[in-house]
């Protein structure tokens, strides 16, 4: 089975654009959720959708976003890009509907730089 | 804030040697995970401890909870220089698809 495909690698952009991030999860898995990870936070959880329907959302401000379609894919975008939005922005899947005990497959990430 | 505070922040040993990372929490778990992750890339799940079990073997990992003192300990026996990462203890309150992260320890073993 594939992993967690995560596109793109690398993402240079400059302040003040926006960006959008792609994840495909492992082939089954129907739940998706976001993660951003940068070295004076750590990681921290943006959201989490299942079926196309967000469940839950972390503390980030409306500049960030995400969807997930019909296929379980899902992209999350950033507005209005700020220097500390830098980081290693980590998508992980899990197999189904219940959240209850279930571990989390994570990507390779993709790093973002804002200049 | 974090919910996991993990300790020590940084560890090097001599590879054979055994490595013990500590996590601390703050509320109550439905279960607690332990991840890996090498040189800024994806984490990867070594192994999960429910709420109500209180040690648990992988391989040479050893995990251990103690729900009365919202602690887990991640023990790794006879370690190699491939187990060189950042390790992660990762909370799940139950139910909310979300994991809340500690601040990681540091492993590094020197051959």
């Known amino acids: 089975k594939a992993g967690v495909t995560q596109t793109p690698r690398y993402l240079i952009k400059t302040r003040g654009q926006q960006v959008t991030l792609s994840c495909s999860p492992i082939s089954g898995h129907r739940s998706v959720s976001w993660y951003q990870q940068t070295p004076g936070q750590g990681l921290q959880f943006l959201f989490e959708?299942?079926?196309?329907?967000?469940?839950n959302k972390g503390n980030f401000p409306g500049r960030f976003s995400g969807r997930q379609f019909s296929n379980s894919r899902s992209e999350m975008n950033v507005s209005t890009l700020e220097l500390g939005d830098s980081a290693l922005y980590l998508c992980?899947?899990?197999?189904?509907?219940?959240?209850?005990?279930?571990?989390?497959?994570f990507g390779q990430g993709t790093r973002l730089t804002v200049v | 804030s974090q919910q996991g505070e993990e300790d020590p922040q940084a560890l090097s040993i001599q590879e054979g040697e055994n490595a013990t990372m500590n996590c601390s929490y703050k509320?109550?778990?439905?279960?607690l995970q332990w991840y890996r992750q090498n040189s800024g890339r994806g984490l990867v799940h070594l192994i999960l401890?429910?709420?109500?079990?209180r040690e648990k073997h992988s391989g040479r990992l050893r995990v251990t909870l103690d729900t009365s003192k919202k602690s887990s300990s991640l023990l790794i026996t006879a370690s190699r220089a491939a187990d060189t990462a950042s390790y992660f203890c990762?909370?799940?309150?139950?139910?909310?698809?979300?994991?809340?992260f500690g601040q990681g320890t540091t492993l590094q073993v020197k051959p």
């Open positions: 992980a899947s899990s197999p189904g509907a219940s959240r209850m005990n279930t571990e989390a497959f």
């Open positions: 959708y299942f079926s196309e329907t967000q469940r």
């Open positions: 509320t109550s778990i439905n279960n």
């Open positions: 401890i429910r709420s109500n079990e």
């Open positions: 990762a909370t799940d309150l139950g139910n909310t698809g979300k994991l809340i």
